[in-house]
């Protein structure tokens, strides 16, 4: 920039002086002009190179580190590659060392073991026989038990189907001494009742369950019903039924 200015001042002044014969003078300040152009292209080119030089060097600088660093790296790798294995080599041996105490043990307490099952054995093999002496015996003291109670359970069956069709005709006798027959009525008929009673034989509903013939009768045999209130109980408590169906014929 200076030159620049030096040689637009020289110019400036020289501009009062054109009619002089100075053109020597001229064409020095042209090649001063040239000079100093090639001489800042000079000087840029070497800011240049110099630039590149400590990039190439900042570079470099940064493959070093990064190898040394690799390197390094690597070295612990390798370290701890080492101390896993020796620390594999020492736990397979230690866990060697155990399976061979283990086996020792296992071969002693097997020995040990086969004399005890030897003499368990003969021990069992004779309470075995008198076990199966006493089972025998008390299968066939429990089969003859289990005849008994059947017979006796078909019995009570018996009688207890008995009882219930005694038990459920008692009922319908019962309503049927507290029926009254309406005039024109058929002189016969049946129909299904249906009775909800409570435990001492309190009537809870009735429902027929099938028309008597028509609404009159229908009426009669359920007024009949509700007379009948309590209904009489079995003598045999188990073939009370709650829900008591029957037919009803005049």
């Not at 200076?2 to 009062?16: D, I, K, Q, R, Y």
């Not at 190898?67 to 594999?88: G, I, K, L, T, V």
Request: charge should be positive; charged fraction near 35%; include cysteine.
């Amino acid at each position: 920039l200076g030159v620049h200015v030096l040689v637009a001042a020289m110019l400036f002044l020289g501009l009062p002086f054109e009619s002089r014969p100075e053109k020597p003078i001229v064409i020095m300040q042209g090649v001063f002009l040239d000079t100093s152009r090639a001489q800042l292209a000079e000087e840029q080119r070497i800011e240049r190179e110099r630039r590149q030089a400590a990039e190439r060097q900042r570079r470099a600088e940064d493959a070093r580190k990064k190898a040394e660093a690799e390197a390094e790296r690597e070295a612990q790798e390798e370290a701890r590659r080492r101390a896993a294995a020796e620390a594999a080599r020492e736990q397979a041996e230690a866990e060697a060392r155990q399976q061979a105490e283990a086996e020792a043990r296992r071969r002693a307490q097997e020995a040990a073991r086969k004399k005890a099952e030897a003499e368990a054995q003969r021990k069992a093999e004779a309470a075995a026989r008198k076990a199966a002496e006493e089972r025998r015996a008390a299968e066939r003291q429990k089969q003859f038990q289990e005849a008994l109670a059947s017979e006796e359970q078909n019995l009570q069956r018996a009688r207890d189907a008995d009882d219930r069709s005694r038990y459920i005709s008692a009922i319908a006798q019962h309503v049927r001494r507290h029926w009254s027959r309406p005039a024109g009525a058929l002189d016969a008929f049946s129909c299904r009742v249906r009775i909800e009673q409570l435990r001492g034989g309190q009537i809870a509903s009735v429902k027929l369950l099938d028309s008597c013939g028509n609404s009159f009768l229908d009426a009669s045999v359920e007024h009949a019903v509700r007379k009948s209130d309590p209904l009489p109980l079995p003598s045999n408590e188990r073939v009370f039924e709650r829900i008591v169906i029957f037919n009803f014929e005049p």
